[in-house]
Protein backbone atom coordinates (compact mmCIF):
# COMPACT_ATOMS: atom_id res chain seq x y z
CA UNK A 1 0.00 0.00 0.00
CA UNK A 2 1.26 3.61 -0.95
CA UNK A 3 2.33 6.18 1.81
CA UNK A 4 -0.48 8.51 0.56
CA UNK A 5 -3.27 5.88 1.32
CA UNK A 6 -2.25 5.33 4.76
CA UNK A 7 -2.99 7.73 7.84
CA UNK A 8 -1.89 7.20 11.59
CA UNK A 9 -4.25 8.48 14.08
CA UNK A 10 -4.79 7.99 17.78
CA UNK A 11 -8.34 7.16 18.97
CA UNK A 12 -9.31 6.36 22.55
CA UNK A 13 -5.26 6.01 23.56
CA UNK A 14 -4.95 3.05 20.88
CA UNK A 15 -2.59 3.02 17.78
CA UNK A 16 -5.03 3.35 14.41
CA UNK A 17 -4.15 3.32 10.97
CA UNK A 18 -6.37 4.63 7.64
CA UNK A 19 -6.12 2.76 4.78
CA UNK A 20 -7.94 4.20 2.03
CA UNK A 21 -11.46 5.33 2.41
CA UNK A 22 -12.89 2.43 4.55
CA UNK A 23 -10.37 0.29 6.37
CA UNK A 24 -9.39 1.13 9.73
CA UNK A 25 -6.26 -0.69 11.50
CA UNK A 26 -6.44 -0.35 15.53
CA UNK A 27 -4.94 -1.75 17.98
CA UNK A 28 -6.73 -2.47 20.97
CA UNK A 29 -7.31 -4.43 24.45
CA UNK A 30 -10.86 -5.71 23.69
CA UNK A 31 -12.63 -6.42 20.27
CA UNK A 32 -16.18 -6.01 22.41
CA UNK A 33 -15.30 -2.53 23.30
CA UNK A 34 -14.76 -1.05 19.83
CA UNK A 35 -17.86 1.64 19.28
CA UNK A 36 -19.13 2.80 16.15
CA UNK A 37 -18.08 0.62 13.20
CA UNK A 38 -20.21 -1.67 10.71
CA UNK A 39 -17.77 -4.73 10.68
CA UNK A 40 -15.06 -5.55 13.83
CA UNK A 41 -12.75 -8.60 12.94
CA UNK A 42 -10.02 -9.86 14.96
CA UNK A 43 -6.95 -10.47 13.07
CA UNK A 44 -3.49 -11.34 14.15
CA UNK A 45 -1.48 -9.44 11.04
CA UNK A 46 -4.22 -6.39 10.79
CA UNK A 47 -1.58 -4.74 7.67
CA UNK A 48 -2.28 -8.52 5.75
CA UNK A 49 -5.95 -8.30 6.54
CA UNK A 50 -6.20 -5.04 5.39
CA UNK A 51 -4.29 -5.73 2.05
CA UNK A 52 -5.81 -8.58 1.06
CA UNK A 53 -9.92 -7.09 1.74
CA UNK A 54 -8.46 -4.09 -0.79
CA UNK A 55 -6.82 -6.47 -3.51
CA UNK A 56 -8.68 -7.44 -6.45
CA UNK A 57 -6.90 -10.58 -7.13
CA UNK A 58 -8.78 -13.21 -9.19
CA UNK A 59 -7.92 -17.19 -9.41
CA UNK A 60 -10.32 -17.06 -12.77
CA UNK A 61 -8.06 -14.64 -14.68
CA UNK A 62 -5.28 -15.38 -17.45
CA UNK A 63 -2.29 -14.71 -14.92
CA UNK A 64 -3.91 -16.85 -12.15
CA UNK A 65 -5.06 -19.62 -14.88
CA UNK A 66 -1.11 -19.32 -15.69
CA UNK A 67 0.06 -19.37 -11.84
CA UNK A 68 -1.84 -22.47 -11.55
CA UNK A 69 0.27 -24.36 -14.57
CA UNK A 70 3.29 -23.11 -12.55
CA UNK A 71 1.88 -24.54 -9.49
CA UNK A 72 0.57 -27.85 -11.60
CA UNK A 73 4.45 -28.59 -12.77
CA UNK A 74 5.53 -28.19 -8.64
CA UNK A 75 3.14 -30.59 -8.53
CA UNK A 76 4.46 -33.10 -10.78
CA UNK A 77 7.50 -32.79 -8.58
CA UNK A 78 5.85 -34.59 -5.74
CA UNK A 79 4.36 -37.05 -7.88
CA UNK A 80 8.16 -38.19 -8.69
CA UNK A 81 7.83 -38.74 -4.79
CA UNK A 82 4.79 -40.37 -3.83
CA UNK A 83 4.88 -42.57 -7.31
CA UNK A 84 7.45 -44.39 -5.58
CA UNK A 85 5.94 -45.48 -2.13
CA UNK A 86 3.23 -47.39 -3.89
CA UNK A 87 5.40 -48.69 -7.13
CA UNK A 88 7.95 -50.77 -4.23
CA UNK A 89 5.31 -52.28 -2.34
CA UNK A 90 3.58 -53.20 -5.39
CA UNK A 91 6.86 -54.60 -6.97
CA UNK A 92 8.19 -56.49 -4.43
CA UNK A 93 5.45 -58.86 -4.04
CA UNK A 94 5.41 -59.38 -8.35
CA UNK A 95 6.58 -63.29 -8.99
CA UNK A 96 8.70 -62.32 -11.54
CA UNK A 97 10.42 -59.37 -10.09
CA UNK A 98 11.43 -61.98 -7.10
CA UNK A 99 12.35 -64.17 -9.41
CA UNK A 100 14.69 -61.98 -11.02
CA UNK A 101 16.64 -61.12 -7.81
CA UNK A 102 15.51 -63.29 -5.06
CA UNK A 103 16.05 -60.20 -2.59
CA UNK A 104 12.44 -62.29 -0.69
CA UNK A 105 9.81 -60.58 0.63
CA UNK A 106 11.11 -59.56 4.23
CA UNK A 107 14.40 -59.52 5.29
CA UNK A 108 17.78 -57.36 4.96
CA UNK A 109 18.24 -57.80 1.12
CA UNK A 110 14.57 -56.11 0.59
CA UNK A 111 15.31 -54.11 3.08
CA UNK A 112 18.17 -52.50 1.46
CA UNK A 113 16.85 -52.18 -1.22
CA UNK A 114 14.10 -50.24 0.25
CA UNK A 115 16.28 -48.32 2.45
CA UNK A 116 18.94 -46.94 -0.30
CA UNK A 117 15.94 -44.96 -1.72
CA UNK A 118 16.15 -43.25 1.64
CA UNK A 119 19.60 -42.60 1.60
CA UNK A 120 20.09 -40.66 -1.50
CA UNK A 121 17.32 -38.36 -0.04
CA UNK A 122 19.39 -37.76 3.46
CA UNK A 123 22.58 -37.23 0.99
CA UNK A 124 20.79 -35.05 -2.00
CA UNK A 125 19.44 -31.94 0.29
CA UNK A 126 22.99 -30.85 0.61
CA UNK A 127 23.68 -30.24 -3.11
CA UNK A 128 20.17 -29.53 -3.40
CA UNK A 129 19.79 -26.09 -1.51
CA UNK A 130 23.10 -24.35 -2.93
CA UNK A 131 22.33 -25.42 -6.81
CA UNK A 132 18.31 -23.87 -5.63
CA UNK A 133 19.75 -20.87 -4.31
CA UNK A 134 22.94 -20.99 -6.60
CA UNK A 135 20.80 -21.17 -10.01
CA UNK A 136 17.05 -20.64 -8.97
CA UNK A 137 14.20 -23.20 -8.03
CA UNK A 138 13.52 -23.98 -11.57
CA UNK A 139 17.25 -25.08 -11.68
CA UNK A 140 16.72 -27.34 -9.15
CA UNK A 141 13.69 -29.06 -10.49
CA UNK A 142 15.36 -29.17 -13.96
CA UNK A 143 18.51 -30.87 -12.35
CA UNK A 144 16.59 -33.45 -10.00
CA UNK A 145 14.42 -34.23 -12.75
CA UNK A 146 17.31 -35.34 -14.75
CA UNK A 147 18.42 -37.11 -12.31
CA UNK A 148 15.80 -39.05 -11.80
CA UNK A 149 15.37 -39.92 -15.60
CA UNK A 150 18.54 -41.24 -14.95
CA UNK A 151 18.00 -43.64 -12.71
CA UNK A 152 14.91 -44.93 -14.69
CA UNK A 153 17.05 -45.71 -17.21
CA UNK A 154 19.53 -47.89 -14.61
CA UNK A 155 16.98 -49.27 -12.83
CA UNK A 156 14.11 -50.46 -15.58
CA UNK A 157 17.00 -52.41 -17.20
CA UNK A 158 18.63 -54.00 -13.97
CA UNK A 159 19.69 -57.48 -14.55
CA UNK A 160 21.55 -58.01 -11.20
CA UNK A 161 20.59 -57.09 -7.84
CA UNK A 162 23.18 -54.61 -7.52
CA UNK A 163 22.63 -52.42 -10.76
CA UNK A 164 18.94 -52.03 -8.95
CA UNK A 165 20.40 -51.06 -5.81
CA UNK A 166 22.60 -48.34 -7.84
CA UNK A 167 19.70 -46.81 -9.61
CA UNK A 168 17.75 -46.74 -5.99
CA UNK A 169 20.16 -44.25 -5.03
CA UNK A 170 19.98 -42.18 -7.60
CA UNK A 171 16.20 -41.94 -7.37
CA UNK A 172 16.24 -40.89 -4.04
CA UNK A 173 18.74 -38.49 -4.57
CA UNK A 174 17.71 -37.13 -7.47
CA UNK A 175 13.94 -36.96 -5.90
CA UNK A 176 15.68 -35.20 -2.79
CA UNK A 177 16.65 -32.11 -4.96
CA UNK A 178 13.44 -32.08 -6.97
CA UNK A 179 11.38 -32.00 -3.82
CA UNK A 180 13.77 -29.62 -2.13
CA UNK A 181 13.42 -26.66 -4.96
CA UNK A 182 9.38 -27.44 -5.85
CA UNK A 183 8.66 -26.32 -2.75
CA UNK A 184 10.49 -23.56 -2.25
CA UNK A 185 9.36 -22.48 -5.70
CA UNK A 186 5.59 -22.90 -5.02
CA UNK A 187 5.75 -21.62 -1.97
CA UNK A 188 7.59 -18.23 -2.94
CA UNK A 189 5.04 -18.37 -6.51
CA UNK A 190 1.63 -18.02 -4.50
CA UNK A 191 -0.07 -14.79 -3.38
CA UNK A 192 -0.10 -15.01 0.16
CA UNK A 193 -3.95 -14.88 0.72
CA UNK A 194 -3.57 -18.36 -1.32
CA UNK A 195 -0.76 -19.81 -0.20
CA UNK A 196 -2.06 -22.49 3.09
CA UNK A 197 -4.15 -24.14 0.14
CA UNK A 198 -2.07 -24.12 -2.87
CA UNK A 199 1.23 -25.78 -1.14
CA UNK A 200 -1.13 -27.92 0.53
CA UNK A 201 -2.24 -28.47 -2.53
CA UNK A 202 1.07 -29.53 -3.93
CA UNK A 203 1.60 -31.73 -0.87
CA UNK A 204 -1.25 -33.65 -2.24
CA UNK A 205 1.21 -34.44 -5.24
CA UNK A 206 2.47 -37.57 -3.06
CA UNK A 207 -0.72 -39.01 -3.95
CA UNK A 208 -1.11 -37.77 -7.34
CA UNK A 209 1.87 -40.55 -7.88
CA UNK A 210 1.47 -43.24 -5.37
CA UNK A 211 -2.65 -43.68 -7.07
CA UNK A 212 -1.17 -44.30 -10.51
CA UNK A 213 1.57 -46.18 -9.23
CA UNK A 214 -1.05 -48.58 -7.16
CA UNK A 215 -3.26 -48.59 -10.38
CA UNK A 216 -0.66 -49.34 -12.90
CA UNK A 217 1.34 -51.95 -10.66
CA UNK A 218 -2.30 -53.67 -10.30
CA UNK A 219 -2.47 -53.77 -13.73
CA UNK A 220 0.73 -54.92 -14.92
CA UNK A 221 0.59 -57.75 -11.68
CA UNK A 222 -0.88 -59.64 -15.04
CA UNK A 223 1.88 -59.21 -17.33
CA UNK A 224 3.39 -62.84 -17.57
CA UNK A 225 6.88 -61.42 -17.82
CA UNK A 226 9.91 -58.79 -16.94
CA UNK A 227 7.16 -56.67 -17.98
CA UNK A 228 5.57 -56.80 -14.96
CA UNK A 229 7.88 -54.85 -12.97
CA UNK A 230 9.76 -53.28 -15.89
CA UNK A 231 6.50 -50.91 -17.51
CA UNK A 232 5.63 -49.44 -13.78
CA UNK A 233 9.48 -48.53 -13.34
CA UNK A 234 9.85 -46.86 -17.05
CA UNK A 235 6.30 -44.69 -16.27
CA UNK A 236 8.29 -43.70 -12.79
CA UNK A 237 9.82 -40.59 -15.05
CA UNK A 238 7.38 -39.78 -16.44
CA UNK A 239 6.63 -36.59 -14.37
CA UNK A 240 10.32 -35.51 -14.39
CA UNK A 241 10.23 -35.55 -17.98
CA UNK A 242 6.93 -33.20 -18.29
CA UNK A 243 9.20 -31.13 -15.68
CA UNK A 244 12.01 -31.28 -18.35
CA UNK A 245 9.99 -30.15 -20.79
CA UNK A 246 7.87 -27.42 -18.85
CA UNK A 247 10.13 -25.37 -16.35
CA UNK A 248 12.41 -23.29 -18.26
CA UNK A 249 9.15 -21.89 -19.85
CA UNK A 250 7.94 -20.53 -15.93
CA UNK A 251 8.76 -17.68 -14.08
CA UNK A 252 11.34 -17.42 -11.82
CA UNK A 253 10.40 -17.28 -8.11
CA UNK A 254 10.17 -13.53 -7.10
CA UNK A 255 12.25 -14.11 -3.89
CA UNK A 256 15.18 -15.57 -5.38
CA UNK A 257 15.33 -12.94 -8.09
CA UNK A 258 15.39 -10.45 -5.37
CA UNK A 259 17.82 -12.30 -3.82
CA UNK A 260 20.05 -12.31 -7.03
CA UNK A 261 19.79 -8.40 -7.33
CA UNK A 262 17.10 -8.61 -10.67
CA UNK A 263 14.44 -5.94 -8.19
CA UNK A 264 12.93 -5.44 -11.56
CA UNK A 265 11.60 -8.56 -12.81
CA UNK A 266 10.65 -9.14 -8.96
CA UNK A 267 8.80 -6.50 -8.67
CA UNK A 268 7.16 -7.28 -11.87
CA UNK A 269 6.07 -10.81 -11.76
CA UNK A 270 4.66 -9.49 -7.94
CA UNK A 271 2.61 -6.91 -9.98
CA UNK A 272 1.35 -9.18 -12.73
CA UNK A 273 0.75 -12.70 -10.73
CA UNK A 274 -0.55 -11.08 -6.90
CA UNK A 275 -1.67 -7.20 -7.93
CA UNK A 276 -3.29 -8.35 -11.18
CA UNK A 277 -1.24 -5.90 -13.42
CA UNK A 278 -1.78 -3.20 -10.23
CA UNK A 279 1.79 -1.93 -9.31
CA UNK A 280 -0.18 0.08 -6.16
CA UNK A 281 -2.29 -3.23 -4.83
CA UNK A 282 -1.97 -3.46 -1.16
CA UNK A 283 -0.72 -6.53 -1.47
CA UNK A 284 2.12 -6.27 -3.61
CA UNK A 285 3.18 -3.14 -1.57
CA UNK A 286 3.16 -5.19 1.92
CA UNK A 287 5.08 -8.36 0.14
CA UNK A 288 7.70 -5.49 -1.70
CA UNK A 289 8.26 -3.60 2.17
CA UNK A 290 8.79 -7.80 3.78
CA UNK A 291 11.18 -8.61 0.55
CA UNK A 292 13.49 -5.10 1.15
CA UNK A 293 13.18 -6.06 5.07
CA UNK A 294 13.87 -9.97 4.54
CA UNK A 295 15.96 -10.19 1.91
CA UNK A 296 19.54 -10.09 1.97
CA UNK A 297 21.92 -9.25 -1.11
CA UNK A 298 25.19 -11.17 0.84
CA UNK A 299 23.63 -13.68 2.76
CA UNK A 300 24.92 -16.78 3.16
CA UNK A 301 22.88 -18.17 -0.02
CA UNK A 302 25.27 -16.62 -1.78
CA UNK A 303 28.21 -18.57 -0.65
CA UNK A 304 28.69 -22.34 -1.57
CA UNK A 305 27.49 -24.35 1.04
CA UNK A 306 27.27 -21.84 3.95
CA UNK A 307 24.64 -23.05 6.41
CA UNK A 308 25.53 -20.73 9.24
CA UNK A 309 22.53 -18.24 9.01
CA UNK A 310 20.56 -21.96 9.94
CA UNK A 311 22.44 -21.82 13.66
CA UNK A 312 23.92 -18.16 14.15
CA UNK A 313 21.57 -16.63 15.91
CA UNK A 314 19.05 -18.26 19.09
CA UNK A 315 15.75 -17.34 16.68
CA UNK A 316 17.32 -18.97 13.85
CA UNK A 317 18.67 -22.23 15.91
CA UNK A 318 14.89 -22.17 17.36
CA UNK A 319 13.64 -22.65 13.09
CA UNK A 320 15.76 -24.53 12.23
CA UNK A 321 14.92 -27.04 15.36
CA UNK A 322 11.44 -26.79 14.20
CA UNK A 323 11.58 -27.29 10.83
CA UNK A 324 13.73 -30.57 11.66
CA UNK A 325 11.50 -32.19 14.32
CA UNK A 326 8.35 -31.49 11.36
CA UNK A 327 10.79 -33.05 8.54
CA UNK A 328 11.77 -36.69 11.71
CA UNK A 329 7.85 -36.88 13.12
CA UNK A 330 6.87 -36.49 9.74
CA UNK A 331 8.43 -39.71 8.80
CA UNK A 332 6.06 -41.55 11.47
CA UNK A 333 3.09 -40.86 9.05
CA UNK A 334 4.46 -44.64 8.03
CA UNK A 335 6.18 -43.81 4.76
CA UNK A 336 9.33 -46.35 5.41
CA UNK A 337 6.40 -49.06 7.23
CA UNK A 338 4.41 -48.57 3.73
CA UNK A 339 7.00 -50.39 1.35
CA UNK A 340 5.72 -53.57 3.08
CA UNK A 341 1.80 -53.02 3.32
CA UNK A 342 1.69 -55.52 0.28
CA UNK A 343 3.16 -58.55 3.10
CA UNK A 344 0.84 -56.61 5.88
CA UNK A 345 -1.99 -57.70 3.96
CA UNK A 346 -0.85 -61.13 3.34
CA UNK A 347 -0.28 -61.60 6.72
CA UNK A 348 -4.02 -60.97 7.62
CA UNK A 349 -5.32 -63.21 5.18
CA UNK A 350 -5.77 -61.54 2.02
CA UNK A 351 -4.60 -63.37 -1.53
CA UNK A 352 -2.22 -61.92 -3.96
CA UNK A 353 -4.86 -60.66 -6.12
CA UNK A 354 -6.27 -58.55 -3.32
CA UNK A 355 -3.29 -57.28 -2.06
CA UNK A 356 -2.88 -55.02 -5.15
CA UNK A 357 -6.29 -53.90 -4.86
CA UNK A 358 -5.99 -52.98 -1.10
CA UNK A 359 -2.31 -50.86 -2.14
CA UNK A 360 -4.85 -48.57 -4.56
CA UNK A 361 -7.49 -48.71 -2.08
CA UNK A 362 -4.72 -47.44 0.87
CA UNK A 363 -3.42 -44.49 -1.85
CA UNK A 364 -7.24 -43.55 -2.50
CA UNK A 365 -8.17 -43.60 1.28
CA UNK A 366 -5.09 -41.11 2.02
CA UNK A 367 -5.28 -38.82 -0.45
CA UNK A 368 -9.01 -37.84 0.15
CA UNK A 369 -7.72 -37.02 3.68
CA UNK A 370 -4.94 -34.99 2.24
CA UNK A 371 -8.13 -33.29 0.14
CA UNK A 372 -9.95 -32.34 3.60
CA UNK A 373 -6.57 -31.08 5.05
CA UNK A 374 -5.96 -28.21 1.94
CA UNK A 375 -9.76 -27.30 1.79
CA UNK A 376 -9.03 -26.52 5.57
CA UNK A 377 -5.48 -25.07 5.04
CA UNK A 378 -6.01 -21.30 4.92
CA UNK A 379 -8.86 -21.77 8.01
CA UNK A 380 -6.81 -23.75 10.18
CA UNK A 381 -3.98 -22.43 12.36
CA UNK A 382 -0.75 -24.03 11.59
CA UNK A 383 0.57 -24.95 15.21
CA UNK A 384 -2.61 -26.55 16.36
CA UNK A 385 -2.75 -28.55 13.11
CA UNK A 386 0.59 -29.77 14.26
CA UNK A 387 -0.20 -30.74 18.01
CA UNK A 388 -3.34 -32.16 17.25
Same mark, same amino acid.
Given at each position: ?18 ? @? ?49 ? %? ?5 ? /? ?14 ? %? ?40 ? @? ?38 ? /? ?27 ? @? ?54 ? @? ?117 ? %? ?8
Amino acid at each position: MSHSDVEKASAHGHDQVVI @GDHLVLEKVKDVNAVKGAKEVKAVSNAAFAAAVKQSNLSPWSKDSLFLFWC %MFVAFLC /SCANGYDGSLMTAINA %MPHYQSKFNSGFLGSSTGLIFSIYTIGGIIGPWFAGPIADRW @GRRAGMFVGAWIICIGTAIIASSNHRNQFIAGRFILGFGV /SILTTSAPSYCVEICPPQWRGRMTGFYNC @GWFGGSIPAAGITLGCAKINSDLSWRLPLVFQAAPSLVVILAVWFLPESPRWLMAA @GRDEDARAFLTRFHGSGNPNDPVVELEWVEFKEGISLDGSDKRWWDYSELFNTHSARWRSLQVLLMGVFGQFSGNGLGYFNTEIYRAVGYDDSMVFNLNLVNSFTSAIGAGFGVALADK %MPRRKVLVW
